[in-house]
């Protein structure tokens, strides 16, 4: 598990920069706290002048008040977060703690308290010259006045937070950012084979979790090259995202000739599904589906009863699942040049996505009408972008669902902007070029 952190702070360009200027803030304030002239005093004025003693009081003085000040503005920033955890999702919290805009000012701030403890530590053991010229007290001033301003600037910029549109924002990128960033790019490198098979005998050993946790990750590209080096052929049984208990079973191996498997290979194989003690949307859109979801649901409970603000997440959703259509739908198996699996893992396909992301806010609906024109939305999305027969199918029967819940309602005169939307979306699924209701909203040539 350490490895695996380590590899994530050298994979984050954030902790780069912030090292960067710790480093720079530490060379600087040792080079000035030398400096003992002021030859050119520039737009600043002169420097301040004074012996060892009242400098190093003057810089921890100005430690002090950053501390402070940055220690309030932090203490600030907690209910913007407790807010969308109560309004939106507890599972935004993370997101929000990864993009508040407060950690592209933190960066100067290091830049500051680095150069100004490194300044007080050099003064600590150079010789005293009495009252000279420190210019070391005005670059000091100059920092702290400069992380200040854009202290300001992004503590107004946090208060976008509170917009519904940022925080649906936030979570589409992370989806995106967890579909085509990581997972297409990391399975575009393996050769996929949905159509065939991985067939295991009754006796195959099992994998069994290391930990008890959630599986976050499944590293399919080392799983493969061990597989292939062992000669054995593993199917892995358990969803990225699934909660699993120490010692559950989470797949199975078979060996190309049959053989027993000695426990070490085994080990082996298990160390590339990484387990973690919460989830993470790095590798898991559907993750990032649920607090979609949890914002439509939210939105429409009793106490809410915010119906735009459902059909927004749910317009988010729609976006998400035409995203999710381009993933390799099935489950993932790696082949061989001979065409037979060597790996197999078990994957989401995009009617457990589309089911996951609608049976909620279909449920908390209860038959309104701008709830149900979104879902008509999101059926038309996945039943043009399916590639599976099966996932068209789920798309119809959403259709389906929907007019379902129009029939069952007393007040059929609230339904007519969506029976005649119902009506595109039957047509576009049956191949039409052109519906009705298109006709009527603008000029066609004839077909």
Sequence with gaps: MSVRLLRRFFREPYWWVLGGVIAAGVVLGIALARVESDTAPGIFGHAWPGDLDDTRGALGTLLGFQITVLTLVLSLNAPFIQSAANQ??????????????????????????????????????????????????????????????????????????????????????????????RIQ??????????????????????????????????????????????????????????????????????????????????????????ITAAREPDCDPSLGLRILVDVANRALNSSSNDPYTARQALQQIRSVMRRLAGLPQGDWNVVDPDGRVRVSLVALRLRDYLFLAVDGPLHSAGGDPEVLEEVLQIALTVGLAAR???????????????????????????????????????????????TRVERGRADWLPD
């Design 88 to 181: 939106y999702s507890p599972r935004l919290v993370p997101i929000y703690l990864k993009s508040a805009p407060l950690r592209r000012a933190l960066p100067f701030f290091a830049l500051s308290s680095s150069f100004i403890l490194a300044a007080i530590r050099e003064l600590g053991v150079i010789e005293d010259h009495g009252v000279r010229p420190r210019p070391v007290l005005s670059v000091a001033i100059f920092l702290v006045v400069v992380a200040l301003c854009l202290l300001i600037v992004f503590l107004i910029r946090t208060f976008r937070f509170l917009r519904v549109e940022r925080v649906l924002g936030l979570v589409q990128h992370l989806i995106v950012s967890a579909t085509e960033r």
């Design 185 to 274: 790019a990391r399975l575009k490198r393996l050769p996929l084979n949905p159509a065939v098979a991985l067939r295991l005998p009754p006796d195959a050993p099992s994998l069994l979790a290391a930990a008890s946790g959630y599986l976050a990750d499944v590293d399919l590209q080392a799983l493969t090259r061990l597989a292939r080096g062992w000669g054995v052929r593993v199917r892995v049984c358990i969803t990225v995202g699934e909660y699993i208990d120490q010692g559950d079973v989470v797949g199975w191996v078979v060996a190309d000739g049959g053989e027993p498997l000695e426990a070490h290979v085994l080990q082996e194989l298990t160390s590339t599904l990484i």
């Design 388 to 434: 599976d027969v099966a996932d068209r199918a789920a798309a119809h029967s959403l259709l389906a669902r929907v007019l379902a819940e129009v029939q069952a309602s007393p007040d059929q005169a609230r339904f007519h902007r969506l029976l005649a939307q119902a009506e595109r979306v039957r047509a576009s699924f049956q191949g039409e070029r052109r």
